[in-house]
C-alpha cells in the first residue's frame, strides 16, 4: 500500500486504508476487542508505510498544541490503557503540588506526517486524571464531547456541525528585542508597501485580491493541500482584507469534537508551512496596527435524524433563534475563552469588520452573531463572529 506523502505535509489516514478499515476508525474506545482492531490497523499502517515515530498532540490551558513523541516500537497495546503521564502544570491544569495526568491516545484522529524526511503518525490524546484514570473535567476534547452528549441526553440534536475561519498574517520576518531600558517589535510584512508586487492601497480592501498581486497563493495552496491530506475539508482559501500579507483558509462542516480537532492541526500546518518556507505565520488577533484584524469565526448549526434544525420554512428555527439567545446571553462570559488577551481587543473596535456589538442580525458583519444571507434551505446556519 503506497501512500502519497508530500516531502512535508500531513496524510489522512482514511486515506491509507482499505475501505472496510475506515469505518473502523470512526469508534470511540466502545470495548476492548474494537481497541485492538483500531490497534492493529495502525500497526499495520506503521510497519506497511516505514513510520518511524508516533506524535501525541494535546492542547494545553492558553491553546498552544503541544506535542511528545515516542519510537514507533513503543507503540504497544499497552499505551492505549496505560498512556503516557505527564506534567499538567506545564500545561496549566494543575498546581505542581498535584501535577501528575495522562495522556490516552485517541485512535479515531490519527493522520500522517512527514517531516525532514522522517514519517510520524500523528495522534490526538485525551487527558485522564492520573489517580482516578477517569477523563480530566478541564480537558478541552472531553468538555466538547459532554456538549453534544447532553444535546443528545435532552432530546434536542444528534450533533452540533462547525465550520471555522482561519484568518492569519504572513510575514517575511518579525524582531523581538527586549532590553532593560527598552523593548520593541518589528516586522516585515511579506507584501509590504516598497515590495514591486506590492498590494499597496487597494480601492476598498485586498479582500480577494487579484492574482498577480496575490504574493502568498501559492503558500496558501500548500497549507490546503496538506490540511486535505490530513483528512480535513477545506472550503476554500483566499487573501484576507488586510494589505500586508492577510490569509484566509476556511473549512468544511465537521461534527464539533472533529472539528475541534481540526482547529489545532490547521493551526500546526500554517506554522510549519511558514517555518519551512521562511517565513513567520501569526494567528495575533490585531498584529499590524491600522490593518485588519484577525478573527476565527465559526458558522454552526445542529442536526437532528440528518436534517439541520436551525433551517426553518422562513428562516431560523425558533430552536436556532433560542441558541443565538444563549451565546448572546452569556457573550461577556464566552469573550474570557474567545478574546483571551488584551491584544484581541484591540481587533475589536469600529471601522475593520469586527464584531462590536452584542447583536445578531442577517448579514451584519458587527454584529456578533451574523445570519449569512446567502445560506438557504438546509444550509442556513449561524456565525458567531467574537
Same mark, same amino acid.
Given at each position: 500500500?503506497?501512500? =502519497? ?22 469508534? &470511540?474506545?466502545?470495548? !476492548? ?23 501525541? =498532540? ?20 499497552? *499505551? ?21 495526568? /495522562? ?91 516598497? &515590495? ?11 479582500? @480577494?485580491?487579484?492574482? @498577480?498581486?496575490? =504574493? ?20 476554500? @482559501? @483566499? ?58 469565526? *465559526? ?13 426553518? !420554512? ?32 484591540? =481587533? ?9 456589538? *452584542? ?22 446556519? /449561524?456565525?458567531?463572529?467574537?
Amino acid at each position: 500500500m503506497k501512500a =502519497r506523502v508530500a516531502s512535508s505535509g500531513a496524510v489522512g489516514i482514511r486515506s491509507l486504508l482499505p475501505p472496510e478499515q475506515c469505518d473502523i476508525l470512526e469508534t &470511540h474506545f466502545l470495548s !476492548e476487542e474494537v481497541l485492538m482492531t483500531d490497534y492493529e490497523s495502525l500497526k499495520h499502517l506503521i510497519d506497511d508505510q516505514g513510520i518511524e515515530f508516533v506524535d501525541f =498532540r494535546v492542547a494545553d490551558f492558553v491553546g498552544r498544541f503541544r506535542h511528545l513523541t515516542i519510537p514507533s516500537a513503543r507503540f504497544t497495546p499497552s *499505551l492505549l490503557s496505560d498512556g503516557l503521564g505527564f506534567d499538567g502544570s506545564n500545561f496549566g491544569y494543575r498546581s505542581v503540588a498535584g501535577s501528575d495526568m /495522562i495522556l490516552i491516545p485517541d485512535l479515531s484522529s490519527a493522520y500522517m506526517e512527514e517531516r525532514s524526511g522522517v514519517k510520524i503518525l500523528t495522534l490526538i490524546a485525551d487527558i485522564r486524571d492520573a489517580q482516578t484514570r477517569g477523563p480530566a473535567a478541564i480537558d478541552p476534547r472531553g468538555i466538547a464531547r459532554a456538549a453534544v452528549a447532553y444535546a443528545r441526553e435532552l432530546g434536542i440534536a444528534d450533533d452540533i456541525l462547525a465550520s471555522p475561519e482561519f484568518e492569519f498574517y504572513v510575514f517575511d520576518k518579525v524582531l523581538f528585542d527586549t532590553e532593560n531600558g527598552a523593548s520593541c517589535v518589528e516586522i516585515h510584512p511579506a507584501e509590504a508597501v516598497d &515590495h514591486r508586487l506590492s498590494i499597496g492601497r487597494l480601492p476598498y480592501s485586498a479582500y @480577494h485580491a487579484p492574482l @498577480h498581486q496575490d =504574493r502568498l497563493f501559492e503558500f496558501r495552496c500548500e497549507v490546503a493541500k496538506q490540511i486535505e491530506r490530513a483528512g480535513i475539508p477545506v472550503k476554500y @482559501h @483566499h487573501h484576507e482584507v488586510g494589505a500586508f500579507g492577510q490569509q484566509e483558509i476556511e473549512l468544511g462542516f465537521d461534527s464539533l469534537v472533529r472539528m475541534a480537532d481540526a482547529v489545532f492541526i490547521v493551526k500546526s500546518l500554517v506554522h510549519n508551512t511558514a517555518v519551512e518556507w521562511g517565513l513567520t505565520a501569526t494567528f495575533l488577533p490585531k498584529p499590524i496596527h491600522g490593518e485588519a484584524g484577525n478573527g476565527m469565526h *465559526l458558522h454552526q448549526y445542529m442536526v437532528k435524524d440528518g436534517v439541520n434544525i436551525f433551517s426553518g !420554512e422562513d428562516g431560523l428555527t425558533d430552536l436556532a433563534l433560542c441558541y443565538v439567545g444563549g451565546l448572546l446571553k452569556h457573550g461577556r462570559s464566552l469573550m474570557a475563552w474567545t478574546n483571551p488577551s488584551t491584544n484581541s481587543y484591540r =481587533r475589536l473596535v469600529p471601522g475593520y469588520e469586527a464584531p462590536v456589538n *452584542l447583536v445578531f442580525g442577517s448579514a451584519n458583519r458587527t454584529a456578533a452573531v451574523r445570519v449569512p444571507a446567502y445560506a438557504r434551505d438546509d444550509k442556513r446556519r /449561524i456565525e458567531l463572529r467574537t
